[in-house]
């Protein structure tokens, strides 16, 4: 069994520019976290999927940010007009569980962007 | 609100000694979970152990050790005899239900531990 892939590790673009992240989480777990990662700080929640359901999402997703898990296995991140302020690691995660459950979760490699 | 406190940025030793990462955590909940992850240079965080609020058994796992005090809000992490492949980040997080479903990790700032040979 594989674990947590994300795809791109590494992007590097310019600002203004439009990037998407991809993560696959281990299979048949339904729930998939993103996180972000600055240098010197802990990974920060922003969002999480329960199967294909987005049911929360954190204050730090600005509108320019939108996350997708359809059909409920691998998930999409997308930064629109990227900032320089949107340089970081972006970490994605998977667990397992049912309602009311709290699991252990698992991370990915991370994809780190870079927004010149 | 949750919080996750590790007051020890970065910690330096010699190998072969034993080091101790501390954890002070703040929640209203009365059941949550913690957790310590660790993150080599490479990047990926490794998730080491998982604790309920309702268990405060100390764990051992090898060379690793965890000792839970809920009554001062810690969770702290040993390492005995460290070796230079221990030379990592590492993060304390809480889990508590937000509510939405969301089992959100809160993690600390993380201590950087460096293994010197």
């Known amino acids: 069994d594989t674990g947590v892939s994300q795809d791109p590790r590494h992007k590097i673009t310019k600002r203004g520019q439009n990037v998407t992240f991809r993560c696959d989480p281990i299979?048949?777990?339904?729930?998939l976290y993103w996180y972000r990662q600055t240098l010197g700080q802990g990974p920060e929640f922003l969002t999480y999927?329960?199967?294909?359901?987005?049911?929360?999402k954190s204050r730090l997703l600005s509108d320019r940010f939108s996350a997708e898990r359809p059909k409920g296995s691998f998930s999409t991140l997308e930064i629109q007009r990227t900032e320089q302020g949107d340089s970081a690691m972006y970490l994605c995660?998977?667990?397992?569980?049912?309602?009311?459950?709290?699991?252990?979760?698992?991370f990915g490699p991370g994809t780190r962007l870079t927004v010149l | 609100a949750q919080k996750v406190t590790q007051a020890q940025t970065e910690i330096s030793v010699v190998e072969k000694e034993d080091v101790t990462l501390d954890c002070v955590y703040e929640?209203?909940?009365?059941?949550?979970?913690l957790f310590w992850y660790k993150q080599p240079p490479s990047g990926e965080l490794v998730f080491l152990i998982r604790?309920?609020?309702?268990?405060?058994q100390n764990e051992i796992s090898g060379r690793y050790s965890w000792n839970f005090q809920k009554s001062t809000s810690s969770f702290n992490f040993t390492i005995t005899a460290s070796q230079v492949v221990d030379s990592a980040v590492y993060f304390c997080?809480?889990?508590?239900?937000?509510?939405?479903?969301?089992?959100?990790?809160?993690f600390g700032k993380g201590t950087k531990l460096s293994v010197i040979p």
């Open positions: 995660a998977s667990s397992s569980g049912t309602t009311g459950s709290t699991d252990t979760q698992y």
């Open positions: 299979s048949e777990h339904n729930r």
């Open positions: 999927f329960q199967n294909e359901a987005q049911l929360e």
């Open positions: 929640t209203r909940d009365t059941t949550y979970y």
């Open positions: 604790r309920n609020s309702f268990d405060e």
């Open positions: 997080a809480l889990s508590g239900f937000t509510g939405a479903g969301s089992y959100q990790l809160t």
